[in-house]
Nanobody
């Protein structure tokens, strides 16, 4: 089992920035890729970004390119999501997820939440206008 704990959410004004963290524990050796997703009230869960533990290859949702950066610290077993130029429409609960399957990060595989084996509880991000 792998446990994921997100942190770093909060209230920020439009144009501001936040850095979310996701700390992994447990059987992390089984994890190949980590992803961030978000879900706004009344909307479906949406892919934000994903990264592989081994080589830091990353993938981003088209709508997020240029505004977010995903990174990881293997020693701390933590994945980060730096979000800049935040907009009110970025308001959502942001979830961290871990996948054991090994696939290319550059396909669409890790954009599908169903590919992930473990999920965190989420952290709320609220962007005020």
């Amino acid at each position: 089992q792998v446990q994921l704990v997100e942190s770093g959410g909060g209230l920020v004004q439009a144009g501001g920035a936040l850095r979310l963290s996701c700390a992994a524990s447990g059987r992390t050796i089984s994890v190949y890729a980590m992803g961030w997703f978000r879900q706004a009230p009344g909307k479906e869960r949406e892919f934000v970004a994903a990264i592989t533990w081994s080589d830091s290859n990353a993938d981003y949702a088209n709508s997020m390119v240029g505004r977010v950066t995903i990174s990881r610290d293997n020693a701390k077993k933590t994945v980060y999501l730096q979000m800049n130029s935040l907009k009110p429409e970025d308001t959502a609960v942001y979830y961290c997820a871990a996948a054991s399957s090994v696939r290319s990060i550059h396909g669409n595989y890790y954009r599908d939440g169903g590919r992930y084996d473990y999920w965190g509880q989420g952290t709320q991000v609220t962007v005020s206008s």
